[in-house]
């Protein structure tokens, strides 16, 4: 991936600072990372993680400081024999196939006077994308929700203007200093020689174009900020903290011929009173008492979906833990259910009056020469000591 521009891909500057590469990075891999794509077509899910793999490579040299200075000095994080590009040029750059100068060209061009400058047209820059936060209960995240209605501030084109940033048609020039390139070449001398470096055009901003008669509701700039309502379908199986994302929703580009950004949705699952969920799988205690754990009982226990019978065996345990298959949440990706897990807790009685006390008084006499698995070890381990 040595031809490739690495700050491009991560959307930053080349003198950006570590925090600001590392902060690209991150908004990036929350974009392209896999679980966004899991409903996505497989052609989409396929481009999506490309973008991933590109996205995490050029992180991984540019966070590193040998290699980010390699590269920046050579064009490959590998040194001044990495360069993969064809040409004369001994640092790798090589040419383009519309042949312009790549990015290493475009920095160390001709070493000395008389260099050629870079013609490397201006890339469209597409719009941000923007994150918002849906709050969900615990049954709208296993369920699903349709049409769930999402209201957000995004960039949006100016509907006055058109995206002009003007109010007269020929308002728009092409701007004298780039010639609608967007941007200039710097010369400087170095112990190279002179080199020739590019800049965001001074006069235009970087844009390729002037504006006269400015536009009074975006102030020349083409783009507005609105509020923005959207109703979405929320799949069943969501989980806190995942993200869906909603491709074109975002804010509008800073520059003609760019794409909308994305939307995107993470999630926030309010707890529940009672279940606990653990991907999938549900779990939750179920209270019992010493007489329906010692004889068996048949019990009604909750799901997410209304209440079933379970039998709870003789002789159950405190801390047993009983499954019940499918019962718990869909799976995101497929047609299938986690199961529930139901944690039997023994409740003692408390404050018993004399009849009770008595009552239990009997049943512990009667039950002296019970089975006590328990006990029965403890006591062994006892006579050891």
């Known amino acids: 991936m040595a031809d490739k521009d690495y700050y491009s891909i991560l959307g930053v500057n080349k003198d950006a600072s570590a925090d600001d590469i590392k902060s690209a990075y991150r908004r990036l891999a929350k974009k392209y990372h896999p679980d ?3 409903t996505a077509p497989e052609a989409e899910k396929k481009q999506a993680e490309e973008k991933f793999k590109e ?9 590193d400081p040998q290699k980010k200075a390699a590269y920046d000095q050579y064009g490959s ?4 024999m990495g360069g993969g590009g064809s040409g004369f040029n001994p640092f790798g750059g090589g040419f383009s196939g519309n042949g312009d100068f790549d990015f290493v060209s475009d920095i160390f061009n001709m070493f000395t006077g008389g260099g050629r400058s870079s013609s490397r047209a201006r890339k469209n820059v597409d719009g941000d994308d923007v994150e918002v936060v849906v709050n969900l209960t615990f049954k709208e995240a296993c369920f699903g929700v349709k049409d769930r209605e999402v209201t957000y ?5 100016c509907s006055t203007c058109k995206g002009t940033g003007s109010t007269n048609p020929n308002g728009v020039k092409v701007c004298t200093k780039c010639r609608g390139s967007g941007v200039i070449n ?3 001398r170095s112990f190279l020689g002179m080199m020739t470096t590019q800049r965001p055009c ?11 008669d400015k536009c009074k509701d975006c102030g020349g700039k083409g783009i507005v900020r609105k509020q923005r309502k959207i109703k979405i379908n929320i799949p069943a199986g969501v989980d806190n903290n995942q993200m869906m994302t909603i491709r074109g929703e975002g804010c509008a580009p800073s520059e003609p011929g760019g794409s909308y950004g994305n939307l995107i949705l993470v999630f926030r699952v309010a707890p529940h009173s009672l279940f606990v ?15 329906q754990a010692a004889l068996g009982a048949r ?14 065996p003789e002789g159950t345990q405190h801390g047993t833990v009983l499954r019940i298959k499918d019962k718990g949440v869909k799976d995101l990706r497929k047609n299938s259910y986690g199961d529930m897990y139901v944690h039997i807790v023994i409740d003692v009685p408390k404050n018993l009056n004399r009849k009770q006390r008595e009552a239990m008084q009997q049943a512990q006499d009667a039950l002296q020469k019970a089975t006590y698995d328990k006990i029965e070890k403890f006591n062994r381990s006892m006579r050891d000591l």
Do not use: W
């Open 202 to 212: 001074d006069v235009c901003g970087g844009r390729g174009k002037t504006v006269t």
């Open 186 to 188: 710097v010369q400087s």
């Open 277 to 291: 969920r653990e991907g999938k799988d549900i779990s939750f205690e179920y209270p019992i008492t010493i007489m």
């Open 36 to 38: 966004v794509y899991a």
């Open 299 to 312: 019990v009604t226990i909750p799901t997410l979906n209304g209440t079933t019978q379970i039998d709870i």
């Open 77 to 80: 994080e590998d040194g001044p």
């Open 153 to 157: 501030m995004r960039v949006e084109q």
């Open 55 to 63: 996205i995490q490579h050029a992180y991984d040299v540019l966070s």
